[in-house]
């Protein structure tokens, strides 16, 4: 029997709630093998990232202390990890999409709406292990 592929995601939100979603919905995937890890600190998850070393970032964009931004640009500036952003905030027209227009300018690889990831999280994890 040949063991499947290893990926290591780290996720990144304040919001318990939005954790919880992220881990139900990475709970489900059953095609990859995800070692994943859980930070409601973004503090934490950045003094921790370079030594975790994930295959993927998870990340919200406001967050208290080290924001989405400071954490996309620090690790972008260290590794080449993909970043996948994340944000429900609405900013000028009623969506996030500015706002993860701003990520994605900043060093994001991909983007999602919170609103979206129910649908659309694991067939975007797949493409980028693929």
């Keep these: ?3 499947k592929p290893q990926f290591k995601i780290m996720v990144v939100d ?7 979603i992220v881990k139900h919905l990475l709970d489900k995937e059953k095609t990859l093998a995800l070692e994943c890890f859980y930070f409601i600190d973004s503090k934490e998850a950045k003094a921790i990232f370079l030594a975790l070393q994930p295959d993927l970032l998870i990340t919200d964009i406001f967050m208290p202390d080290v924001d989405g931004f400071e954490l996309i640009s620090y690790v972008k500036n260290q590794t080449s990890t993909p970043i996948l952003a994340i944000s429900s905030e609405k900013f000028g027209v009623g ?3 500015p706002i993860l227009q701003m ?5 994001a690889d991909h983007t999602l709406a919170k609103s979206d990831l129910s649908n659309e999280l694991l067939p975007l994890i ?3 292990f693929d």
């Design 1 to 3: 029997m040949i063991d």
């Design 14 to 20: 304040d919001a318990r709630l939005s954790l919880a």
């Design 95 to 97: 969506s996030s999409v």
């Design 103 to 107: 990520a994605k300018s900043r060093g």
């Design 126 to 128: 797949a493409r980028i």
